[in-house]
Structures are given as structure tokens and as C-alpha cells.
């Protein structure tokens, strides 16, 4: 059920690199945003935001947050960077100024709220849902079926919808799309709107499935999410989805029989042999930007 999570945030990662060909080192931080402006409108204190609101309304403000700055990363590392430098910014520079938000990001969060790890509770005894001896995490299993609810709709969108046509021939021709009327400029705000949302959902309830957040928190799952994002196919959603669950089962049981010591081990492993025996991922194609979606 870790898996469900990871699905989200590697769908998100699958969403830039699959449309944009380029690789949003920001998401992180969103997961992050949404965790913590979540943590502190629902608490009361003296932290900033501190206000004690309903988790519901906290949690959609959460996700706002994260969209907002999903928004403000487009207009500056996608829109600003290629409108200005054209196409030597494909890859390098939108890249390092990805990285820097993420940097400014998680290093704001911890000016204002500090580095410490808070706690995170929600207005319920417990949890788990206990069937035997099985322990199941209710946060885990509602990411699980949102994940692939979400990337239902979404698979909807990208085959049947006009917005998802334009966001196809973007990602198959930019220029050739601009050419045949597609407005870029409208469209791809789109794509980080969307994962915006994604992962302010994945960083809500992972702080809800573990019980804390902290500045750093989406750097440890952000790993995890590329190596399932690469695992599943470039560019492949259902692959993320495939990739994020393989992952989340490998990491758990490599924890409980070997220790949490060397759980990066068998993830970063079987990411290696997949790439030497299938390069494209599992469910992925070998041009990017070709029939992905």
C-alpha cells in the first residue's frame, strides 16, 4: 500500500517528463508544501498558519498551496527559461532551476517552521483497519484507490478530451502543435496543475499514513518515486502505477527481512537490472515523446 503513494508522485514525475521531456525536480517539494501548510492550519500554537482549522479545509488549502507554487515553477523554470533562451533550455537549465526551487522551498518551510519532525494527527483513534492478523493503514489503502481512480480519470482526459489531445501533440511535437493551433502557453500550465495536485494528495497522506512532516520529507520519497517512474516506462501513467506498486512492495519486504539499512539496495538493484535487460521500463517505449500516452 507504500506503492499507492509512490503512484502518485510518480505519476507526476511521468507527467512532466512524458509531456515536457523534462524532469520537475520540484515535485518534492510540492509533496512537501501540501504536508506541511496541512500540519500547521490544522494545529493551534504560536507557528505561523497555526489556526487551528478542520483537517478537511486544511487539506484543501494544503493541495492550493501546492498548486500555487506547481504554477509559479511553470511560469519560471518551463515558460520564462524557453521563452528566453529557446531551445537551449530543454534540458540543463529548467533542470538546475527545478533544483533551486526545491532547494528555496524546503529551506523556507524550515525558516518558519524549523527542521524538527511534527506531529501529525488526525481526529481518529486509529488508523489501521485490522482484519486477523493483517494490519492495514486506511490512508495507505484510500491513496491506493485514488491513485488508480485519479489515473483513470486522467487516462480519460489525455484519450477523449480536446485538452488532452493538445496535451498529447505537445508532447509529441511542440512545435509542429503550435503550428496546428494548440496554444501552448494555456496548455501546459495544465500538466503542472495536475501535478500539483498529485502530489500535495501524495504528501497529505503520507504525513497522515505516518503521523509526521518535516521541511526534508519528499526527498526520501522522491527516490523512490523516479526509480518506480523508470521502472513502470517513461512517460507510461498505468506504468507509474505499476512501477510505484512494484517498488512499494520491494522496499517493505526487503525492510522486514534484511532491516531498514539497506532498503535503497533491492529498489536501486532491480531498477539497475531492468534498465540493462529492458531500458524503456516495463510498460514504456523506447523514444520518448512517441505513443506514450
Same mark, same amino acid.
Given at each position: ?24 525536480? +520540484? ?150 502543435? +503550435? ?77 522486514? +527481512? ?36
Amino acid at each position: 500500500m507504500l506503492g499507492g503513494i509512490l503512484a502518485f508522485v510518480a505519476v507526476a514525475f511521468t507527467l512532466t517528463i512524458g509531456m515536457l521531456n523534462f524532469l520537475n525536480f +520540484t515535485i518534492p517539494a510540492l509533496f512537501m508544501i501540501a504536508g506541511m501548510v496541512t500540519w500547521a492550519l490544522s494545529s493551534s500554537g504560536s507557528n505561523l498558519l497555526g489556526w487551528g482549522w478542520h483537517w478537511t479545509w486544511a487539506a484543501a488549502a494544503g493541495i492550493g498551496f501546492a498548486v500555487l507554487a506547481s504554477l509559479l515553477i511553470e511560469r519560471f523554470t518551463y515558460r520564462y527559461m524557453k521563452a528566453r533562451f529557446g531551445d537551449a533550455t530543454e534540458h540543463a537549465l529548467p533542470l538546475v532551476s527545478s533544483l533551486g526551487f526545491l532547494i528555496f522551498f524546503e529551506h523556507l518551510a524550515s525558516s518558519i517552521w524549523g527542521s524538527d519532525p511534527k506531529r501529525f494527527e488526525l481526529p481518529f483513534k486509529d488508523t489501521n483497519l485490522r482484519i486477523g492478523e493483517l494490519i492495514f493503514g486506511v490512508p495507505h489503502l484510500i491513496s491506493l484507490l485514488l491513485a488508480i481512480a485519479l489515473v483513470a480519470m486522467l487516462n480519460v482526459l489525455l484519450v477523449r478530451t480536446k485538452v488532452g489531445r493538445a496535451l498529447r501533440a505537445i508532447a509529441e511535437n511542440p512545435s509542429a502543435s +503550435t503550428l496546428m493551433g494548440v496554444e501552448v502557453q494555456h496548455i501546459v500550465p495544465v500538466v503542472f496543475v495536475i501535478a500539483g495536485i498529485l502530489s500535495g494528495l501524495a504528501g497529505i497522506l503520507y504525513a497522515a499514513s505516518y503521523g509526521t512532516v518535516t521541511p526534508f520529507m519528499g526527498d526520501a520519497i522522491a527516490t523512490d518515486a523516479i526509480a518506480a517512474m523508470v521502472l513502470g516506462g517513461l512517460g507510461n501513467i498505468w506504468g507509474a502505477i505499476a512501477g510505484g506498486l512494484l517498488v512499494g512492495l520491494v522496499k517493505i519486504l526487503a525492510i522486514s +527481512t534484511f532491516g531498514a539499512e539497506i532498503e535503497k539496495i533491492p529498489v536501486w538493484g532491480l531498477l539497475l537490472v531492468i534498465l540493462i535487460v529492458r531500458p524503456s521500463g516495463l510498460f514504456g517505449h523506447t523514444h520518448i515523446g512517441k505513443g506514450k500516452f
